[in-house]
């Protein structure tokens, strides 16, 4: 059974920074790749930055050079180094881990909530 918990969150100024850690267990050797979703109210759940097993990254162009996605294999750990928050940054934030070649995959964290205020 493969787990994923979200360390991290929290309430940050605009203009601040935070850092996201997910912890994963499990099956873990599995893993193709390592992302990080976010869903505001009444938006859709999207891809916020990715990691592959051989070190790709992939990034929103919301976010490209103020977040950045690294990954801790002795440790089973992804982080999201985010930086020069703004208040729409502000969403529940989740942790994904796929098997295969595309995003989302199956297995998600719990959320942890991101509030940026303005």
Do not use: H
């Not at 999207?46 to 050079?65: F, H, Q």
């Not at 020069?84 to 940054?89: A, G, H, I, V, Y």
């Amino acid at each position: 059974q493969v787990q994923l918990v979200e360390s991290g969150g929290g309430l940050v100024q605009a203009g601040g920074s935070l850092r996201l850690s997910c912890a994963a267990s499990g099956r873990i050797f599995s893993f193709n790749g390592l992302g990080w979703y976010r869903q505001a109210p009444g938006n859709q759940r999207e891809l916020v930055a990715g990691i592959s097993s051989g070190g790709s990254t992939y990034y929103a162009d919301s976010v490209k050079g103020r977040f950045t996605i690294s990954r801790d294999n002795g440790k089973n750990t992804v982080l999201l180094q985010m930086n020069s928050l703004k208040p729409e940054d502000t969403a529940v934030y989740y942790c994904n881990a796929r098997q295969r070649s595309t995003w989302p995959g199956k297995y998600w964290g719990q959320g942890t909530q991101v509030t940026v205020s303005s």
